[in-house]
């Protein structure tokens, strides 16, 4: 069985690694007024942060058209007997859904859409895991349970300059009051059961900081193996302090670094910052 495996953009995994993995990537959207660009295809992470610091008016972000995923499962059915596609968090996009719905309009190719229940560079080794799985030959079932197992070990945190560009887009969950009170603050945030909520009221970026390495500390002192990316928007210097600091604290986790592109800093603002870890 040939199984293709597909991502959408904001797992944000590079280019080369795509190919090298032969990952299949549907583009998300950022729209500037009337102007729309395909992440990752269209407009860089560098073009981006530049346009949304001149813009006049915030960005806003869209899914893939049911359209594309059909065009692009389509295509997979040539060379492909099935597909898993796997998505951002189903209850911050409907990309999930568009996979689901488009799955159901394709002939001669089996879909499995996936929600990653994240998104960003959790959501991207998992892909990644995919599809070394699918290129060694396995069946899309052995590669759906490790997508299970990764999941359940999954463990992120971050944190935003401004809460605002997350209440203006409505992706945090709580009603206005309480996160009216969590505007004055910079809390620590993390996803439960798919939606972003407060993990806890934090003061300053560094007591945050501090509390996610204890956080991978704790994971860390069981002796699991584990792997961890530290994602930014537009602060790739402090993102290699942090990997320097982390490494040479927990020697035995694989770190890498990773970053929040245009979609996701849309709704995180520039200067966001978060670290994410699994089961290696
Ligand atoms: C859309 O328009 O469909 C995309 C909406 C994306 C919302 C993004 C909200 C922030 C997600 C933060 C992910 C952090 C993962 C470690």
């Not at 869209?62 to 189903?90: C, N, R, T």
């Not at 439960?192 to 996610?212: C, G, H, M, S, W």
């Not at 979609?263 to 520039?270: C, F, K, Q």
Request: hydrophobic letters at 40%; glycine letters at 6%.
């Amino acid at each position: 069985m040939r199984t293709a495996i597909v991502t959408d953009s904001t797992a944000y995994i590079p280019k080369e690694v795509r190919e090298k993995y032969s990952i299949y990537m549907i583009p998300l959207n950022v729209i500037f007024g009337q102007e729309e660009y395909r992440e990752e295809v269209d407009i860089t992470a560098d073009v981006f942060f530049e346009k949304m610091r001149m813009a006049d008016e915030l960005p806003t972000s869209s899914q893939p058209s049911i359209g594309q995923f059909v065009e692009l499962f389509e295509q997979l059915a040539k060379d492909y007997d099935a597909v898993i596609s796997i998505h951002l968090s189903k209850k911050i996009s409907g990309t999930y859904q568009g996979a689901v719905t488009a799955s159901g309009m394709v002939e001669g190719i089996k879909v499995y859409p996936y929600n990653s229940g994240w998104s960003c560079m959790a959501q991207g080794f998992y892909a990644i895991d995919a599809a070394k799985m699918a290129l060694a030959g396995k069946e899309p079932e052995d590669i759906l349970a490790r997508l299970d197992e990764l999941k359940a070990s999954t463990k992120a945190y971050f944190m935003v300059d401004d809460l605002t560009h997350l209440q203006r887009g409505g992706r945090l969950s709580g009603s206005q009051a309480v996160i009216g009170s969590l505007l004055k603050i910079k809390p620590l945030l993390t996803f439960v059961d798919d939606e972003i909520v407060p993990f806890e009221k934090i003061r300053t970026q560094k007591k945050a900081l501090n509390r996610i390495f204890d956080l991978l500390g704790e994971d860390a002192a069981k002796g699991l193996p584990l792997k961890s990316s530290i994602i930014h928007a537009n602060r790739e210097e402090q993102a290699l302090e942090i990997k320097d600091e982390l490494e040479k604290r927990f020697p035995t986790v694989d770190f890498s670094i990773s970053y929040f592109g245009p979609v996701i800093a849309t709704h995180l603002g520039e200067g966001a910052i978060g670290i994410a870890w699994m089961l290696k």
